[in-house]
C-alpha cells in the first residue's frame, strides 16, 4: 500500500484522495495509467550464439511425448467425463496410443490396434498404434498422463504409462526423442472410438459428407462473388406425414440454434457441459466399444483429401428438434412428442424402450440406456453419494430401458419462462442459454426464439444468414437448428 501510495498514485493523477483511490482500485482490480514508453535496449544477440544449425541425424523414428488433450499430465486421470470424451481428432477414448502415418505403418505392417514396442535408448514401452491421416512419416506421437497406477477409482490402470520415455538427458527437448526403434510385436489391443466411419471411404461412401451435403464448405473469393452460393431448397416441397399445418402452428415462442461451422474447433467442451448439465452417465470403455455412449451430444468429425494431407471438418451433432420429426410418429405409447414452442420432447417415464425411435432418427442422435449405467459403470461407482451433490437436481436421473437425447435444456427454458412471469414481462429468446452455448469460448452457437424480430436476436441473424443450412434438408424433416457452411480463406487477401 505505501509502494502505491508513494510510486503509482503521483502518477496516475486522480481527483480521489489516496485512501478512496486504493479502495476503488482493489475493488476494481485494474488501474489504468499514461506512461510514457522507455527505451527497450538492445537485443544481446550473444545470448543465442550456442544455438546450431546444423541439422538432426535421425536413423529410426522420432517420438513425440505430450500432454494429453483431456486429461493434461495425468491429473485428470479420475475424471470420468474426461476419460470418456473423444480425443478431438481421433475419436478414441479411454486410452492414448501411439499415432503413426500410413506409410510408416505399412512399411512396419502395422494395422489400427496392433501392439508395437518403442525402444529409446535403454527405455522401452509397449502400446497400441492408430494409424493417423496427416501424420508425419517416421514419426510417432504419444499423449502422456495415461497407466497411472494409484488414479482413484477411474482412473487406475486406464492407458498407459509413456512416462517411461522420458528422460533428462534428451538432448534438443524433453518431449522429442530421435533414433527410436519401433518393431511389431504379437497381440493386439482393442482401442475404443466413436467415430470410425467417414474417414477415407471408398466406392459408393466416398466423399458422402460432401456429396449429401453433410458439410457445405467454400472459399471467401466465392461467398464475395455470391452470398447465396451454398443455397439448397431441397426437400421443402416433398411429401410428409404431418401435412402442411405447422406453418402456422407456432405463434409464440418456437425455440432454436444455430451453429457456426466457421467457429467450431471440434475441442468438445460443449459435450462436457451437457454431459455436466444433464446428468448424462459414464457408461465406460466397454460399452464406447459398442457405441453405447451416453452424451447426448457428439462432435462429428470428416476428412477430406488423402492421408497425407487431409482437410478435418467438425460438426456438432444432437438433437435437430425436427418440426416433421421422424421419431414422433412411431413411437407406440407417445413418449415423444412435439410441444407448441418447438421442442422434441421426451417424456422419460412413459418410454418402454422400444428404440422405433431411434431406429428412425435419421441423426442417430437418440441414447438408449442398455443398463443402469449408475450401478454398472466400476462397480456402482457413480451410486456413491457424492454423486447426489453433482448432480443436476432441475434434471431427472434416467435408468435402465428409458430413451434420452438432448432436450433443449428444456429445465433452463421453463425456469427462465417462470422468471418472466413473476417479473410480468414477455419471454425474450435472449433469456435462455443453453449448457453447450455457455461452455463454448468461441461463440459458435446460438440459441434463441424464431420468431423475434433478427434486430433485436443475434440467435436469427445466424439463422437467417445467406452461409445457413439444414442437415438432410432432402429428408423434408424441417430441423430447428442451422448450420453456416464452412469457409476456406486458400489465398492471401489483398492489402
Given amino acids: 500500500m505505501k509502494n502505491w501510495e508513494e510510486t503509482i498514485y503521483p502518477v496516475i493523477n486522480s481527483p480521489l484522495d489516496f485512501k478512496r483511490f486504493w479502495q476503488t482500485s482493489l475493488h476494481d482490480g485494474v488501474v489504468f495509467s499514461n506512461e510514457p514508453v522507455t527505451s527497450l535496449g538492445v537485443f544481446n544477440s550473444a545470448s543465442v550464439s550456442g544455438l546450431s544449425d546444423r541439422k538432426i541425424e535421425n536413423k529410426g523414428f522420432i517420438v513425440i511425448l505430450k500432454e494429453s488433450y483431456t486429461l493434461s499430465d495425468g491429473r485428470f486421470a479420475d475424471n470420468g467425463w474426461l476419460q470418456e470424451l473423444p480425443h478431438p481428432v481421433t475419436k478414441i477414448t479411454w486410452d492414448n496410443y501411439a499415432a503413426i502415418s500410413k506409410d510408416s505403418a505399412d512399411e512396419l505392417g502395422l494395422n489400427n490396434n496392433d501392439l508395437v514396442e518403442i525402444n529409446v535408448g535403454n527405455r522401452k514401452l509397449i502400446i497400441p498404434v492408430f494409424l493417423q491421416p496427416g501424420a508425419a512419416d517416421k514419426t510417432i506421437t504419444i499423449e502422456l498422463g495415461y497407466g497411472r497406477e494409484k488414479a482413484g477409482i477411474v482412473g487406475t490402470n486406464v492407458g498407459f504409462n509413456a512416462n517411461v520415455l522420458l528422460s533428462k538427458n534428451s538432448g534438443q527437448s524433453p518431449w522429442i526423442y530421435s533414433n527410436a526403434e519401433i518393431k511389431k510385436i504379437s497381440g493386439t489391443y482393442k482401442l475404443a472410438s466413436t467415430q470410425e466411419h467417414h474417414a477415407f471411404d471408398k466406392g459408393l461412401t466416398k466423399d ?29 416441397d416433398q411429401p410428409t406425414f404431418y401435412g402442411q399445418h405447422l406453418k402456422t402452428l407456432y405463434t409464440g415462442t418456437k425455440w432454436g440454434m444455430s451453429i457456426d461451422l466457421n467457429k467450431c474447433l471440434g475441442c468438445g467442451e ?8 444433464n446428468n448424462v452417465p459414464v457408461v465406460g470403455k466397454d460399452q464406447v466399444e459398442r457405441s453405447r455412449e451416453m452424451q447426448w451430444l457428439r462432435i462429428d468429425r470428416y476428412y ?192
Fill in 208 to 236: 458422402a459428407p460432401n456429396r449429401r451435403g453433410l458439410i457445405r464448405t467454400g472459399t471467401l473469393e466465392e461467398y464475395k462473388k455470391d452470398p447465396d452460393f451454398l443455397k439448397s431448397e431441397k426437400g421443402l
Fill in 270 to 277: 460443449c459435450v462436457v457441459a451437457c454431459t455436466s448439465e
Fill in 304 to 495: 477430406s483429401g488423402d492421408y497425407e494431407d487431409p482437410e478435418v471438418f467438425n460438426q456438432p451433432m444432437l438433437c435437430q428438434h425436427c418440426d416433421h420429426a421422424p421419431c414422433e410418429n412411431v413411437c407406440p405409447v407417445a413418449a415423444t412428442t412435439h410441444s407448441d414452442d418447438g421442442l422434441n420432447q421426451m417424456a422419460y417415464n412413459r418410454c418402454v424402450g422400444t428404440r422405433y425411435c431411434s431406429n428412425n432418427c435419421p441423426y442417430k442422435v437418440r441414447r438408449f440406456n442398455f443398463y443402469d449405467f449408475k450401478s454398472h459403470f466400476k462397480d456402482s461407482f457413480q451410486e456413491n453419494n457424492i454423486f447426489s451433490l453433482l448432480y443436476n437436481p432441475e434434471v431427472s436421473v434416467r435408468s435402465r430401458g428409458v430413451m434420452e437425447k438432448c432436450t433443449f435444456c428444456v429445465q433452463r427454458i421453463m425456469d427462465a419462462r417462470e422468471n418472466a412471469i413473476r417479473e410480468n414481462k414477455p419471454l425474450k429468446g435472449s433469456d435462455v442459454k443453453t449448457a453447450c452455448q455457455e461452455a463454448c469460448n468461441t461463440e459458435a452457437i446460438k440459441f434463441g426464439d424464431m420468431n423475434e424480430k433478427e434486430s433485436e436476436s443475434e440467435y436469427n441473424k445466424y439463422k437467417n444468414h445467406s452461409l445457413g443450412y439444414h442437415m438432410l434438408e432432402d429428408l423434408n424433416t424441417r430441423p430447428n437448428i442451422t448450420y453456416l457452411a464452412k469457409l476456406k480463406n486458400t489465398h492471401p487477401e489483398e492489402t
